[in-house]
């Protein structure tokens, strides 16, 4: 039997979010929940009772929006890894009530790989190498011997993270990221930060404390304002991703590169990664907005994919699996 509706569900951080997807590609709906907390980072405890409170809304919502009972849904999937434990255990449990209720196969979803994936359907990509940046990730990944490689990552604190600490420093609401790439938009002086690439992989954690030690200098207000600051901060931390996507992209030699993740949509990374894509005769993507974060679509996408090769998961095996990296899983839909 073809299937024809999937219900993705994600639960992985901040944002729960629900999307209703066919077989061929048409997202029929999609809503999402997501936590923005009032000061400070994410607290999974906060984050939990909100998703708690809310996911049968949420679903119930989806659909609505894509005018179907719960009934015409095929298959449920869910985002069983990597994330916060507390969060994930919600969407794997909501989607076990759902498949047992229904009576309907599930599949658990890596996240990051389904970052990649949605981006393969919406752009229309077959074989790309992946740039999959966000609040939680900074990873360069590429399909090769049956797995999503990871070429470079980083060592410490994920791109994201770096620009959204560095905007709650400076008075900022979470999500910094768009408001820091405005504040760099009105500078071109550099002030020299921290670069470090190590092999392949990437650190930010000593940009972020140099940064914000420009922030404290008597010079700061006098022969340099924040405007130069966010500037320098994005300029250091994008070509060092530059630099390691270049790299990955020599030694794969693939000839589409892909931007994924939250912070696909700045406007400053897209152009430098468009810049390197052309010096090695590559196609350039960007997922487009709506699906490069957190959503439940690229979650019913990839579940469906999975399902197409090798069929459903048991319960047992649905279990979340926080700490899962995406080179640890088999891709039996490619090749
Ligand atoms: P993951 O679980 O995959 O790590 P996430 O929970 O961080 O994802 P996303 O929605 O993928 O969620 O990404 C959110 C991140 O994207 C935040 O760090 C946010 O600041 C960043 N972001 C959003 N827009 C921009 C932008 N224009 N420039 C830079 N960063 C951005
Ligand atoms: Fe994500």
Known sequence: MKLKKILGIESTAHTWSVGIIGFD??????????????KGGLHPALVKEQHLNNFM????????????????????AFSKSPGLGPIL????????????????????VNHCIAHIEIGRLMCKIE?????????GNTIVSAYEFGRYQIFGETLDIPIGNLIDSFARDVGLPHPGGPKIEKL??????????????????????GLYTAAKRLLESKDYNKKYNLNDVAYSLQETAFAMLAEVTERALAHTEKKEVLLTGGVAANKRLQEMIKYISAEHGARFEVVPLKYAGDNGAMIGWTGLLRYEAEGGHTILETQI??????????IPWRD
């Open 321 to 330: 699996n926080p700490k899962e990296r995406m080179d640890q899983i088999t």
């Open 184 to 205: 760099a938009f009105n500078s071109n002086k550099y002030l020299s930060l921290p670069y470090v690439v190590k092999g392949m992989d990437l650190s930010f954690s």
């Open 57 to 76: 809304n949420i679903i119930n919502q989806a659909l609505l929006e894509a005018s179907i009972s719960i009934h015409d849904i095929d298959l449920i």
């Open 127 to 135: 074989d790309p190498l992946a740039l999959y940046v966000s609040g």
């Open 89 to 108: 255990k919600i969407g794997a449990q909501a989607a076990r009530m759902l498949t047992q209720l229904l009576d309907i196969p599930i599949v658990a």
């Open 25 to 38: 590609g048409t997202v029929f709906s999609l809503v999402n929940d997501t936590y923005i907390p009032e």
